[in-house]
T-cell receptor, first 115, second 113 residues
Framework: GAGVSQSPSNKVTEKGKDVELRCDPI?????LYWYRQSLGQGLEFLIY????????KSGLPSDRFSAERTGGSVSTLTIQRTQQEDSAVYLC?????????????FGEGSRLTVL | GQQVMQIPQYQHVQEGEDFTTYCNSS?????IQWYKQRPGGHPVFLIQ?????EVKKQKRLTFQFGEAKKNSSLHITATQTTDVGTYFC?????????????FGQGTILTVHP
């Protein structure tokens, strides 16, 4: 597709279960971000991948959160032993730093609800 | 680490009034970007400013980058109901992870018809 694709769009899970959220960035984009957004709130930075560099994990809220990016393309955000406070929309964004603006293109997000 | 502060957090205006949101960085920026997020949507890129003192206009929107490249503003003239949403600034620092953008908290704009 032409845009950033995220799946699932909605996920309802029980407290304590693990979840995986997937992001397919725009082809050729070297930078990929994960953000978390609670209702009516701003964008909480989680993790940043840039090319082959070590990811910037400084935003991950706890060791229950992890992310990987395989082959410089698809990324998976994993949340282990989910808690109710993990409920939010998880947004993925990608960009090509070699472009004119380096603008971020966001996916539609994955809405996670932890019961 | 780098911090980007944005004020105000909320702004309620009557249609036709002007609106301004301000963004301040704790460090000098290489560039700053602005995004708009409509209710229920995802952030969408509006513009990027790169040069010290730069001013850019898009119809009723005016974007400014400070001389010290540490602050920026977005001004909307004569707001319309279609301007409703959250406006985010995002700064790219000079000493953080290469290319990493740090977002402000956003300003939620409500326009009353």
């Amino acid at each position: 597709g032409a845009g950033v694709s995220q799946s699932p769009s909605n996920k309802v899970t029980e407290k304590g279960k693990d979840v995986e959220l997937r992001c397919d960035p725009i082809s050729g984009h070297t930078a990929l971000y994960w953000y978390r957004q609670s209702l009516g709130q701003g964008l909480e930075f989680l993790i940043y991948f840039q090319g082959n560099s070590a990811p910037d994990k400084s935003g991950l809220p706890s060791d229950r959160f992890s992310a990987e990016r395989t082959g410089g393309s698809v990324s998976t955000l994993t949340i282990q032993r989910t808690q109710q406070e993990d409920s939010a929309v998880y947004l993925c964004a990608s960009s090509w730093l070699g472009g004119i603006t380096g603008e971020l293109f966001f996916g539609e997000g994955s809405r996670l609800t932890v019961l | 680490g780098q911090q980007v502060m944005q004020i105000p957090q909320y702004q309620h205006v009557q249609e036709g009034e002007d609106f301004t949101t301000y963004c301040n960085s704790s460090t000098t920026l290489s560039n700053i970007q602005w995004y708009k997020q409509r209710p229920g949507g995802h952030p969408v890129f509006l513009i990027q400013l790169v040069k010290s003192g730069e001013v850019k206009k898009q119809k009723r929107l005016t974007f400014q980058f400070g001389e010290a490249k540490k602050n920026s503003s977005l001004h909307i003239t004569a707001t319309q109901t279609t301007d409703v949403g959250t406006y985010f600034c995002a700064g790219m620092g000079m000493s953080t992870s290469y290319g990493k953008l740090t977002f402000g908290q956003g300003t939620i704009l409500t326009v009353h018809p």
